[in-house]
């Protein structure tokens, strides 16, 4: 094998999750969002695969069924909750009329400290009388219409609670395990075979949520219970940390001793936890590197945080965009267009990296590569939540190392998936940015799409959903335009730009593209952009790197992978599915460690972790 010392590629092997649009792996999610451009064959198993997942007839799949697939899925209406009766609470002061207020009450339920002026009297061992001298402070149930009822939920009719055994658990831990497990099940290689060939600490798990776990189960939970007479469990204080998406696959799903944690960076965090797996790869900490977030805000309280801020789009600006007296869903995120602000979004997105010497060696379909991912702060600025000048830096570095690695010819040859959050300040500064980053390099006709149109906003996992769909495109061939728009707002910047309005076909497996430019962008100033280069670029460059024979080899051995990744999708279109979830399996505790002087040896695994030896820093003595 010809090899000079070099930097490992950080080549995607494998890829899983849910969003508003469907199951990542098998590509079907990509192919919801360009189904009006496929061919019915080609869209047939994934009406077959979303069909399973919401629960409607699959006997059949016909044109009403495909209609209630679509009607189910992107962004709609939200099914979290109902809009139109949302719980709420007011406080009042009730004052007697006449006489005082009485009532009967459970001992149980009774103040630990009684008011001044209660009256408490016993009516029999169990239950007391109230009276009240005065005023008694009260709050009363009410529902109200909640002004935002747009989301991107993942298709109506998945049930997270039946994929396992995951009682009490946040939804966005539900999330995690059923999107690490669809990228397991997209590597047609199965992983516990993997782990034998590397060494237990050679797995980075990079993964975690923006914002935490914020539903009943977990952080909302804990800090309501006593404001509304609840209780709080043992689990909901773990449950809530960020970084717990990365814990849960560690111990429940890949069993994992090697490197662990979540890199956050608001909206950007995907990208973040990504540059951590690259440069785990790149400098040979790690062979195999899973990486992703998963987000689940979708919740009236966390809602209300950002719509009280001005950004997510309420139902009453929508109608009045439209000049209409109903509210369209559908296209609540208008990117580059005349717009009102962002739709929430749930998702769990999740990439398996891999070593290019160990991808070649097994035969894992490559489905990209991750040449960099740069992360730039914005500086001064005068409000945190406003975008600043960190963007612009991001994209100037990507677009440079695209220029570098493809050449000046090739740099034409790539494509942006804006952050294009629907918001009328983003419309403004990301095509400025963009614009001028293109001008910069000669760009002439930069196409630009933004996924956010399709399936919202998911805060952290919003890179992952936009890096998903960019991977479809070098499947089959179609860049997803943005279709919720009818025009390009007046002030958005053009120069150079093809901000596309429709899907745009770019060869077959989209051979046009060499690269995508991710660009993300999240409150506080935390700014990433990732260059992902396309297959067909990353085996030229393993061939440069290996020579012809190596890539003939691997390519034959990849026949018989890619085969088992297929049966396995199409198993899971049926509905039969692996979800690995493996709590309190041949657990490893203290006995199973055994420790000398060169390696560290763990129960359960074939390889040992090996303790240095030598001392890295010998020319500074």
Known sequence: MRCNKMAKLPLIVGLGGINAAGRSSGFHSYKRLVCDALQDDVMASTWQDLAQRMGLDTSDINADIIAKIKAGT????????????????????????????????KKSKLPHTIPANWLVNEIDNKTVEVTIDGDFDALINDLIAYPVSSAGNIPTG????????????????KLTVYGASDALNSLGIDWDNILTLINPDEVSVYAGSALGQVDDNSFSGMLSAYAKGGRVSSKMMAMSLAEMPADFINSYVINSAGTTGTNMGACASFLYNLRQGMLDIQTGKAKVAIVGNAEAPVETGVMEGFRVMGALAEDDQLKALDNSD???????????????????????????????????????????????????????????????????????????????????????????????????QNRVTESHILSEVAASFNIKNWPVTAIKSYVGHSMGAAAGDQLVASLGVWQ?????????IDHIAGDVHQANLNILTDHQFVGDKGQDMKAVILNAKGFGGNNATGLVLSPTQALTMLEAKYGAEVVSAYKNKNIAVKQRATDKDSNACLGDETIRYEFGNAVIDESGVDISEHEVRLQGFANAIQLAQDNPYQDYS
């Open 326 to 424: 109903t509210v369209d869903n559908r296209r609540a995120c208008r990117p580059f267009s005349s717009n009102a602000g962002f739709t929430m979004a749930e998702s769990a997105q999740f990439v398996v990296l891999m070593d290019d010497e160990l991808a070649l060696e097994l035969g894992v379909t490559i489905y990209g590569a991750v040449a960099d991912v740069f992360v730039n702060a914005d500086a001064n600025k005068k409000s945190i939540s406003a975008p600043g000048i960190g963007n612009y830096v991001t994209v100037a570095k990507a677009t440079a190392l695209a220029k570098a690695i493809l050449g000046e010819g090739g740099l034409q040859h790539t494509f942006v998936q804006a952050h294009g959050t629907g918001t009328p």
């Open 476 to 484: 089959h061939g179609w860049i997803p335009g943005i279709q919720t």
């Open 158 to 173: 998945f049930d997270l609670d039946k994929l396992y055994n995951a009682r009490s658990h946040p939804r966005g831990l």
């Open 74 to 105: 992107l962004v709609r209406r939200t099914t979290t909750f109902d809009p139109d009766a949302v719980p709420f609470q007011r406080k009042a002061k009730l004052a007697p009329a006449g006489s005082p207020i009485k009532f009967e009450l």
